[in-house]
């Protein structure tokens, strides 16, 4: 099915160590962005990107980073998992700002 | 600053009620609105959106939502829940931009 897939759906790291959530999109949107959800606190964007090559920060960035070399990709990775980082990650695509983003299923992560 | 306030953070209602879904938001230009539903363990999904014209909206399953410009609000409204309705809602504002905002979710309870 077209939509956006995350791999893995679950993980649990140990303090430390790094790791790269998948994200891979066949819809040839443009835009990406990548979301990390909080019980009470919503969705907070981490880093977006606006086409291959292109890459900027959100809300919340620090202790991430991503890269876009394809349109159909968009990798987030933890370089040093905290358990601060313990969340539900969402990655997410659009073709325009006015159409609402479609969302992956989620990586539910937890670090030890 | 910008921002997306959702009020309630449960509600319950009997199956059958009518329903609405608080939401307000602070932002500078002319927004975009979304409202977004969640059922447990997945991704979201995109239930309406407004950007210009008609202010009340049409979405999927029967949802429908009224901007107002003057009170700063986008509710959700439907008129007879469904059991299957029970879920998460999420309001989210953006612009010109692909950084969307999210409010911190509505979490709906459907009594039989």
């Known amino acids: 099915n077209a939509g956006v897939t995350q791999t893995p759906k679950f993980q649990v790291l140990k303090t430390g160590q790094s790791m790269t959530l998948q994200c891979a999109q066949d819809?040839?949107?443009?835009?990406m962005s990548w979301y990390r959800q909080d019980p009470g606190m919503g969705l907070r964007l981490i880093h977006y990107?606006?086409?291959?090559?292109?890459?900027d920060q959100g809300e919340v960035p620090n202790g991430y980073n991503v890269s876009r070399s394809t349109t159909e990709d968009f990798p987030l990775r933890l370089l040093s998992a905290a358990p601060s980082q313990t969340s539900v990650y969402f990655c997410?695509?659009?073709?325009?700002?006015?159409?609402?983003?479609?969302f992956g299923s989620g990586t539910r992560l937890t670090v030890v | 600053a910008q921002s997306v306030t959702q009020p309630d953070i449960h509600i319950t209602v009997s199956e059958g009620a009518s329903l609405e879904l608080r939401c307000n938001y602070s932002?500078?230009?002319?927004?975009?609105l979304f409202w977004y539903v969640q059922s447990p363990g997945q991704g979201l999904q995109l239930l309406l959106k407004?950007?210009?014209?008609?202010?009340l909206v049409q979405g999927i399953k029967g949802f429908e939502a009224e901007f107002k410009r003057s009170q700063s609000s986008f509710n959700l409204r439907k008129p007879s829940v469904h059991w299957s309705d029970a879920a998460e809602y999420f309001c989210?504002?953006?612009?010109?931009?692909?950084?969307?905002?999210f409010g911190t979710g509505t979490r709906l309870k459907v009594l039989a």
């Open positions: 997410a695509s659009t073709e325009a700002t006015n159409y609402g983003y479609t």
């Open positions: 819809m040839n949107h443009e835009y």
């Open positions: 990107s606006v086409g291959a090559g292109i890459t």
């Open positions: 932002y500078g230009a002319t927004p975009y």
């Open positions: 407004y950007f210009s014209g008609d202010t």
């Open positions: 989210a504002v953006g612009s010109g931009t692909y950084k969307y905002i």
